[in-house]
Structures are given as structure tokens and as C-alpha cells.
């Protein structure tokens, strides 16, 4: 111990034996600072943290350069939280004995972890926080801040005193008494902790007598309480062992009965409750499926209109594109009506053009389509009609009976009127032994044409199996050409044709003659349409028609004269 | 019964990081070895006066 005045060292005299200093006063004033750092220290190490700190703080006001109470206050700080205040107390020391202080260790420990001191000065700073919230009456703010804080820094003694008396003012005891016993652990023996849990205890007491749940408060009731140390000690007064040598057994049954209420009511409910789950799920599933499988049953439906559809489309294309379609008609008729308008002598041409198309009724067909069709027909066909008729008979007169009938089915088919057609394609196939055919041809003729010079002929084959060996003449041929007796080359074949010089003797039915009257008619019949005036080069054709349907008729008059 | 509100009053806010310095210089409290320095001052001046 030194002198405060000249520093010289103080021997057991109250006087300095340097300056004769009375320091009387300054030595007891060492040994209370002294003494009390012994009691902080004694404190300290028994937990008892916020004694401690009231002996260092007093140690201090004697003696402020108390190196070893000031580090240590320090370190108490720093145990119950109180970062900064630590930091102070080991700056202030530092700065008071600056070598081999231990204050400097401190400091640097603490420096070296830069994230730890920002989140612990984060926790206070958040406390101030949650003090400003609850004086302020924010008491639910002030909760959750301190949560917060405690979670941060779990000892931070203040942090949890100050949430316990907000409970308290809650008068939230329960969690009063529990959150400020937490506390304890850090600092044992705090008073104002302890006065809290005290004032949560009574009013929990109270409730519970208010509850009428005495007995559960008795066995506290009856206990003792003393202090050993720091600690304080709670023994309840009649607390004893029970021993029973039954224990095992009522132990086994109570085991026994637990399964069996697990198993009997608790098992079989659960077992209920998972079957109306999974049948839950199964239902919503089965409908889940229902309704996808009606939605793959509407797509498939949808598929089928869609694909008949297609094929409708795909089919009302082929009708119009494909071959023998509308529009393979239109080709034809176009290339039928050019064939007539650069030469309407060719009639052939046209004809077979026409003869191509197959659809002239309908939807598909236009009327512009219809009407032309049509006067390329009475001005085409009937002409080339005439040319088969012809080219037909001369086949036959020629015996190239194949080609007869080529032409002359030709022929009949563009002029269904020509009796004449009719009948030397019936003596064509007749001339080709196919007698089926030519039959049915004759009863047609018979049929068709009632009043057919051909008739009588036709009858006599039918009836009689009487074949008409004459040469065929054309009734549309010239005046000059008919198979007149004296102009015939055969002289044996102009008495065979009915049409030329029915010779009265060789007819089986005498009434042919009077009964044909008309006959000759028919190639009368084929005059110019209405529509050829309109076209001259048809109108032509129409002349020329007409003369040959004169001179037809003049040839057929001819026999009757 | 506990006062809430004087309760409260008891609760310091405490010191950050930040306050360090100044808190350092507050508590740089005069002890009584200080003021008995002090006190042997103020008597030995009197005494050289007289």
C-alpha cells in the first residue's frame, strides 16, 4: 500500500513515514473497497450475479482504480447480457492500468467476434425498444420484442424481468412465474426476480383457492423453506416414498388397461376414421374417374362426327375433282361446246364429250351448266347420231356386224326416237348369233315403236323365226341414195326393206303398211331445237338436218306411191 | 402488490455499442479515495496559508 499523497510505501503506521500523511482514513477506506470486492467475488461465483454486482459497484465508490473489481464487475455484466455496460467497465480499466490488465483480453475477445457483438447489441437495442413499447402501454408489442430479445440473448436477466412484469401486468401469472424462473438460472438470487415470482405465486395461489383446488396447493403449502447459501431450499413436510409391494401388479394392470381402452375405444375409432378416409378418397377418385372417363367418351364422339365429316368433305372433293366427277363434267362440256364451236360439223367430237358426262341433275350442276348441256345436245347428238346410224348400217351392209353394233348402240343411245337404229342393232346381234339379245331388241322395238315400218319385221322374227336377209338402208340418206328397186346395186334387197319398197307379198302382216303411216315421221321428228336459231353455225347444222329429214321422209314416201 | 408503473421506472434502457465512449467518460466517477486526496489537499493548503 502506497501513500495517496507522495506515493512512498505505508508501513503499520496511520502516518506516511515519507510525508507523515494521516492515512488512517485512506487504509479503511482500501480495506472496505477490498472487502467488498471479496463479497461481489464470493457472490460471483455462486450465480448470485446482481449481489455481485451491487458489492463491485460498491467496492468501486471506494476505490475506482480497484483494477481486479472493476474487470470483474465486468465479466458479471457480460454473464447476465449487459454486452456494452461490460465493455465499459473493461475500457474504463484498461484505460485506468493499461498493462497486463486483463480487461484487454476481454475487450479483444469480444472484438474478435464482430457478428456476435452486432446481433448482442442488436438484442439491446431492441430491448430499449420493447422498454419505450411497454412504458408506453404497447404491452403486446413490448411481448413480442422482449421474445425476440430473449431468443437473441438468452441472458439478458433485465429482458426477462421486464417480460415478467409485463405478464404480470397481464396478469398472465402462470407464464410470469415461468419466464422469470428462467431467469434464475442465470442470475440466482436476483431480488427483483424473485419479488416477481413471489407476486405471480400469490396471485396463482389465489386463483386456485378461488378454483376450489386446495389440495393441489397443500403439499406446497407444507413445505419448508430455508436458505442454504444463495440457494433456497423448498422440502415439503410429509413427502414420502410409498412402497407397496403390490406396485408391480397395479402397475401391470393399470399397463393392462391402458391397452385395452387403446384397443377396445381408441383403436377402432381410428381403424373407423382411416376407412371413412380412404372410402372419402376412393369416392372422390371413382367420381374423378367417372367424369374423365364421360369426357374421353364426348372426345371420342367428337372424333367420330369429326372423321365422318371428313369423309363427307373428302368424298364431296372426289365428286367434284375425282374421276367422273363434277368438275371431270364440266371439262367435258366445255371441251364438247369448243369442239362445236370450231367445227359444228364434227358432231362426233362433241358428241363424245358430251357422251363423257355423266351428272346432269342435281345440286352440282349449275342451270348455265344444264341449259348448255342441253343445246349441245339437240344440236350435237342427233346429228351424231345420224353418222352412227349411218356408219352403223354400212357396217352392217358390209357384215362387220361388231362394228355395226358399236355404231348403232351409239347411235341409239344419243337418239332413243330411231326405230331404224334400234332395228339393225337387233339384226346385228341376230347376225351374230346372239338371238337372246337381238329378241329382246325386237320386243323392244315392238314395244317402243307401235307404229314402226320395222314392226311387221320384227313380229315376223319373233313369231315366226323369220330373219330378214336385206341390205339395210339409211332413212336419212339423200333422195339420190334411198334403196330405190331401180337405183338399189341389189336388186334383190330393195323388196326386203320395209322403209324403201315393202313389197305387199313378202309382208306376213297386211296391215304393216296402213299401219305405218307415220313411220317415215320419225326422222321428220329430229328438227332443229329452239336453241339452234341462236347459233348460226347451228342453225346451219339445223338446215342441213331438215333437208335430210325432207329427203328421208320423200325416200319413205316413195313405196307408198 | 407490485406498482407496475413503478416498477417500470426501475428498468434503465441500456447502453449500445455506439454509446461506448461517452458512457465511459460518464462513469469516471469521483470515489472517495479522490475526495480524500482532495480533502488532504484542501488541509495542506490551508496549512501553507497559515
Known sequence: MKCFRCGAVLTGEDYCPSCGTDVYAYKRILRLANFYYNQGLEKARVRDLSGAVVSLEQCLRYNKKQIPARNLLGLVYFEMGQTVDALIEWVISSGLYSKKNLANDYIEEVHSNPARLESLNASLKKYNLSLIYAKHGDLDLAVIQLKKVISMNPNLVMAYQLLGLVYLKNEDWIRAKKILEKSLSVDRNNTRTLTYIREAEIHIRAKYDKDGNRKRLKPREEAISYQSGNETIIQPLHATERGNKFSPLFLAAGLILGIAIMWFLILPSKIQSARAEITSQMKGVSEELTSKSAGIDDLNKQIETLERTNQEAKQALADYTGQGGVLEDYNNLLQAAESYLNDPDDALSAADYLEKIKTTSGNQISEEFLSLYKFLQSNVSAKAAEIYLKSGIDKYNDGAYEGAIEDLTRAYDLDQDSDQALYYLAQSYLKTDDKDKASELFQKLIDTFPNSTFKSRAQRYLDQGEEDNSAAETQQETPETPAAPEQSPDPAAAPADPAATPAPEQSADPAAVPADPAAPAAPVEQPATPEQPVDPAAAAAAEAEAAAAAAAAQAAETPAQ | ?50
Open chain 2, 1 to 50: 402488490m407490485i406498482d407496475f408503473e413503478e416498477e417500470l421506472k426501475k428498468f434503465r434502457p441500456s447502453p449500445e455499442v455506439a454509446d461506448t465512449e461517452d458512457e465511459v467518460h460518464a462513469r469516471d466517477d469521483i470515489d472517495m479515495v479522490a475526495l480524500l486526496q482532495e480533502l488532504a489537499q484542501g488541509k495542506a493548503k490551508e496549512k501553507d496559508e497559515a
